[in-house]
């Protein structure tokens, strides 16, 4: 008998039930947040352990479970938390969350996985192996595919669990930064004229560039290693 297949299966039947029973899925809606955002700051002022241990697992379940919304998400831990915390928490869940999602591609829907996104494995099989862990960290700073399909494709590769969640979370810290960072500002938008104000622009601003800024530190990074070879 397979322990290990039994417990995870176990988890993600527990982590389905509880998420769509209390219906935490609302919280990837950005409509719905917007109107529920001063209820979440007033719950955390009383609760702020409890918050964010709700928050942690909401996100990683999210993730693991190959749900959309974790921009949304990571918004909401700005919002919420501001950049440090906030940081920290989506930091930890997303990578977290993305390890689960690669296990579960791993032991139990290697052939689905391969059906439904085929088209993306050959191109993420030949880039491994010319680059290795490089390439997994390059896709995480500029995702070249979805960020749920890497998690369950790199299920289907030789590379180790431990590698896939040290890469992935070094790779999406600079995008969580910028995308924690404008929750953070957009939190504190009170009228239509703070959305002209400095902070927020320079988010926005921040958040456009980023994108950017990746590319050309992969680039700068790829010709070193050129360098040295």
């Not at 609302?26 to 002022?45: G, H, M, P, Y």
């Not at 050959?122 to 862990?133: A, C, D, M, Q």
């Not at 590379?159 to 504190?188: D, H, P």
């Amino acid at each position: 008998m397979n322990w290990k297949k039994i417990t995870l299966a176990a988890l993600i039947f527990l982590g389905l039930g509880s998420f769509f029973y209390f219906d935490f899925n609302r919280f990837s809606d950005l409509n719905f947040v917007k109107t529920q955002l001063d209820a979440i700051q007033e719950f955390k002022k009383e609760n702020f352990e409890l918050t964010l241990l709700l928050y942690f697992c909401v996100y990683c379940s999210s993730v693991a479970l190959s749900i959309p919304g974790a921009v949304v998400l990571t918004l909401l831990g700005g919002a919420v938390f501001g950049v440090f915390f906030g940081t920290l928490v989506v930091s930890f869940a997303s990578s977290i969350g993305a390890t689960l999602a690669f296990f579960i591609s791993r032991i139990f829907l290697r052939n689905w996985v391969s059906e439904r996104f085929g088209k993306y494995l050959v191109p993420i099989n030949k880039g491994f192996e010319r680059e290795g862990l490089f390439y997994l960290f390059a896709l995480r700073m500029v995702p070249l595919f979805p960020f749920f399909a890497v998690n369950l494709l790199m299920g289907l590769t030789t590379i180790r669990a431990s590698s896939f969640y040290i890469m992935s979370q070094l790779g999406m810290l600079l995008s969580t930064v910028v995308y924690v960072n404008a929750g953070a500002q957009l939190s504190m938008i009170n009228s239509l004229s703070g959305i002209v104000s400095p902070p927020v622009i320079l988010s926005f601003v921040i958040l456009g560039v980023s994108p950017i800024v990746a590319k050309y530190m992969l680039n700068a990074i790829k010709r070193k290693k050129s360098e040295e070879v």
